[in-house]
C-alpha cells in the first residue's frame, strides 16, 4: 500500500464514526504505530483531520454531505475509479470536476497526493468545480487553486446550477474534465437526473482538450432523464463489474474504455 493509498484509507476510517485511534490503524492497515502518528500528523497539517492524544477527530472543517455520499453501496468501485483518474492528473494540470460520489473520492485522493502537497513557488494543480462540497474539501490545500463556478444550489447534490454557472464557464480552458453521471448507455451516452446538471457537466467538458466520464458499473444501460447535449462522449472510466459485451458495445460505438484496477 502506497503512502497516498494510506492516508485515503485513512481518511475513509475517520468517516465511518468520526474518530480513528493510532491502534486501529496499526491493525487495520498492517503499519507501524510510528508510521501511523506520521500519518496522522501528516493529514492534520493539512487540516483534514484534528489530532487527539491517541488518534484523531474529523475537527472543526468536517460538515455532513448528502446521505447519497455517506451510504454508498458502490464505494469501493467508485475509489478505484478514482485513483484511475487521479493517475491522469499531473502536477501543474487545470482540472474540472463536476459533483458527484465519484467525483469526491477523486478530490480525495487529489488532496492527499504527495506530488500535490510538495512545496511550489506556483499553484500544483488547479480546480474549477461547481459543486460546494469539492470546494470546501480543497479550499484547505494551500498548493491547490481553486475555482468554483458560481450558480444556483441544488442542496441534493451541492452543485451549483443554471445559467450564471455557463457564463463563468465560458471563461475558462481545462487540461481535463471529469464527469459524474447517473446513467451511462452505449446508445443515448451519459445521463443526470436533473437537467442542470446535466447541462452543467456537458459545458464543463466543452471546455476541456479531454473529459472522462466516471462511472461505475451499476450505471451501465441505465438511461437518467436529462442528457447531455453537445457532448462528445469518447472516454469513460468505469470497474472490473462492466461486462465484455457492455464494454464492447461503448468501443463499437467510439468510446474508449478504461477499467480501473481492482
Given at each position: 500500500?502506497?503512502?497516498?493509498d494510506?492516508?485515503?484509507?485513512?481518511?475513509?476510517?475517520?468517516?465511518?464514526?468520526?474518530?480513528?485511534?493510532?491502534?486501529?490503524?496499526?491493525?487495520?492497515?498492517?503499519?507501524?504505530?510510528?508510521?501511523?502518528?506520521?500519518?496522522?500528523?501528516?493529514?492534520?497539517?493539512?487540516?483534514?483531520?484534528?489530532?487527539?492524544?491517541?488518534?484523531?477527530?474529523?475537527?472543526?472543517?468536517?460538515?455532513?454531505?448528502?446521505?447519497?455520499?455517506?451510504?454508498?453501496?458502490?464505494?469501493?468501485?467508485?475509489?478505484?475509479?478514482?485513483?484511475?483518474?487521479?493517475?491522469?492528473?499531473?502536477?501543474?494540470?487545470?482540472?474540472?470536476?463536476?459533483?458527484?460520489?465519484?467525483?469526491?473520492?477523486?478530490?480525495?485522493?487529489?488532496?492527499t497526493?504527495?506530488?500535490?502537497?510538495?512545496?511550489?513557488?506556483?499553484?500544483?494543480?488547479?480546480?474549477?468545480?461547481?459543486?460546494?462540497?469539492?470546494?470546501g474539501?480543497?479550499?484547505?490545500?494551500?498548493?491547490?487553486?481553486?475555482?468554483?463556478?458560481?450558480?444556483?444550489l441544488?442542496?441534493?447534490?451541492?452543485?451549483?446550477?443554471?445559467?450564471?454557472?455557463?457564463?463563468?464557464?465560458?471563461?475558462?480552458?481545462?487540461?481535463i474534465?471529469?464527469?459524474?453521471?447517473?446513467?451511462?448507455?452505449?446508445?443515448?451516452?451519459?445521463?443526470?437526473?436533473?437537467?442542470?446538471?446535466?447541462?452543467?457537466?456537458?459545458?464543463?467538458?466543452s471546455?476541456?482538450?479531454?473529459?472522462?466520464?466516471?462511472?461505475?458499473?451499476?450505471?451501465?444501460?441505465?438511461?437518467?432523464?436529462?442528457?447531455m447535449?453537445?457532448?462528445?462522449?469518447?472516454?469513460?472510466?468505469?470497474?472490473?463489474?462492466?461486462?465484455?459485451?457492455?464494454?464492447a458495445?461503448?468501443?463499437?460505438?467510439?468510446?474508449?474504455?478504461?477499467?480501473?484496477?481492482?
Open positions: 500500500m502506497t503512502r497516498t494510506r492516508l485515503t484509507a485513512i481518511l475513509d476510517l475517520l468517516a465511518e464514526s468520526g474518530q480513528v485511534e493510532v491502534e486501529e490503524i496499526v491493525t487495520k492497515l498492517a503499519v507501524s504505530p510510528a508510521t501511523a502518528r506520521r500519518d496522522l500528523d501528516s493529514l492534520a497539517k493539512r487540516r483534514l483531520l484534528t489530532r487527539t492524544r491517541g488518534g484523531a477527530t474529523t475537527g472543526a472543517l468536517a460538515y455532513d454531505l448528502p446521505g447519497r455520499y455517506n451510504r454508498d453501496d458502490h464505494g469501493h468501485a467508485k475509489e478505484q475509479i478514482a485513483q484511475a483518474a487521479s493517475d491522469l492528473v499531473w502536477p501543474g494540470a487545470v482540472i474540472g470536476l463536476c459533483g458527484g460520489t465519484t467525483s469526491t473520492a477523486l478530490a480525495q485522493i487529489l488532496a497526493r504527495e506530488d500535490l502537497n510538495a512545496h511550489a513557488n506556483q499553484h500544483t494543480l488547479t480546480v474549477v468545480t461547481n459543486a460546494i462540497n469539492i470546494a474539501q480543497l479550499a484547505v490545500r494551500p498548493n491547490i487553486k481553486v475555482m468554483v463556478t458560481g450558480g444556483i441544488n442542496p441534493r447534490s451541492y452543485e451549483l446550477v443554471g445559467p450564471y454557472t455557463d457564463i463563468i464557464m465560458q471563461k475558462v480552458v481545462l487540461d474534465a471529469f464527469i459524474g453521471v447517473n446513467g451511462i448507455d452505449p446508445e443515448v451516452g451519459p445521463t443526470n437526473t436533473g437537467e442542470g446538471e446535466a447541462s452543467v457537466n456537458a459545458l464543463l467538458a471546455r476541456a482538450r479531454c473529459s472522462y466520464v466516471l462511472a461505475d458499473s451499476s450505471k451501465v444501460r441505465v438511461r437518467a432523464f436529462a442528457t447535449d453537445g457532448y462528445n462522449f469518447t472516454h469513460l472510466i468505469t470497474d472490473a463489474g462492466i461486462s465484455a459485451a457492455d464494454k458495445a461503448f468501443e463499437a460505438n467510439g468510446t474508449e474504455v478504461m477499467v480501473a484496477p481492482a
